[in-house]
Nanobody
Framework: QVQLVESGGGLVVTGGSLRLSCEAS????????MGWFRQAPGKEREFVGL????????YYADSVKGRFSISRDNDKNTVYLQMNSLKPEDTAVYYC??????????????????WGQGTQVTVSS
């Protein structure tokens, strides 16, 4: 059974930083790209970024490019989302996700089969 557990959310002021973690179990983690998504109140869930299975490539939404970075530790089955220069519009529930198959790179959330429970990030102005 695949489980993804996020942690690290919280309340931060504008311009601050947070690092989210997502620990995976039940899958061959080093073979899966991992995505981060977010859902703000009253909005659709949107793609934030992803990292390929080896960690060799990352992709980001334009809205977070240059402020957020994704990394992973395959020995710890954990993927990270480092968020810097946070803005109030970054307020959302953040989810990590894994695709339904190994060795694929997807930005569309429809291709992601496994999801964490989400962690709340609130950025105060």
């Amino acid at each position: 059974q695949v489980q993804l557990v996020e942690s690290g959310g919280g309340l931060v002021v504008t311009g601050g930083s947070l690092r989210l973690s997502c620990e995976a179990s039940g899958l061959t983690f080093r073979s899966y790209s991992m995505g981060w998504f977010r859902q703000a109140p009253g909005k659709e869930r949107e793609f934030v970024g992803l990292i390929t299975w080896s960690g060799g490539s990352t992709y980001y939404a334009d809205s977070v490019k240059g402020r957020f970075s994704i990394s992973r530790d395959n020995d710890k089955n954990t993927v990270y989302l480092q968020m810097n220069s946070l803005k109030p519009e970054d307020t959302a529930v953040y989810y990590c996700a894994a695709p339904g198959e190994a060795n694929v790179v997807l930005t569309a959330q429809g291709g992601y089969k496994y999801w964490g429970q989400g962690t709340q990030v609130t950025v105060s102005s």
